[in-house]
């Protein structure tokens, strides 16, 4: 107590400011260290980064989604999944998921949103996420810039293009085993009336969108097939997401090896 009335006493009669004082004998380094907590601090609040990944029924999205996820690491999520595991669950939720879905109908996005978010917030430690079927109407890209975009960013979406014949024999052969309600001739020719209806539009939009890529891969071939021309469209933006990605983490460990030096 009785050195800080001195020094207050003598910054009163230099016409000097304690803070000012005290933070000039602060050591170089440390001032580095507090900046480094700063910088940490900044890095997690950064966005997720999102993919979306859209197609009619039967175009092959989940099987690429799948094989990105293994080869690059992105988090697969796929919302028709996150419903019909909900639609499973017995819950009253999991009820009005399965008539939508029977009836070939686009699920409310307050649903898609929660089952999303929930599954985005679980896996924290992962930043790439590519969400497959999803924003499949306005109603769905509404949603999502209301409720999602002050933690994610999307930063392209990929659009797998096929025939409305093809559809629909996919779909009936998949229904062979899958066991889904939704994998029938009836249901296939609805899920494709309201694809061309509601999801083409948002494709549209995306089109002349200004900072989110469009990219169109065709769907027809073999899985190796839409696979190569998969990696050759995304590659140039894979590439660059995993150069930042590492220096990042590179920024990160630094900071905290500083900051564990304060201890």
Partial sequence: PFLVIIMKLICCLLGLSLVKVVVSLVPSTTKKRIRSIDAVNKDSEEKKRVIFCLGGPGAGKGTQCELLEKEYGLVHLSAGELLRRERLSGTKDGDLIETYLSEGKIVPVALSLGLLRK?????????????????????????????????????????????????????????????????????????????????????????????????TVPGVGSVEEVWTLTKAALEPILSSQSSQSRVQIQEQATAAGEIALLG
């Fill in 119 to 215: 599954e985005m917030e679980k896996n924290a430690p992962n930043d790439i996420y590519i969400i497959d079927g999803f924003p499949r109407n306005q109603d769905n890209l509404d949603g999502w810039n209301d409720l999602m975009t002050h933690f994610a960013n999307v930063e392209a979406v990929l659009f797998y293009d096929i025939p409305t014949q093809v559809m629909i024999e996919r779909m009936i052969s998949r229904g062979e085993t899958s066991g889904r309600s939704d994998d029938n001739l009836a249901a296939a020719q609805k899920r494709i009336t309201t694809f061309r209806e509601s999801t083409m539009p948002i494709l549209k939009y995306f089109a002349t969108h200004p900072s989110i890529k469009l990219i």
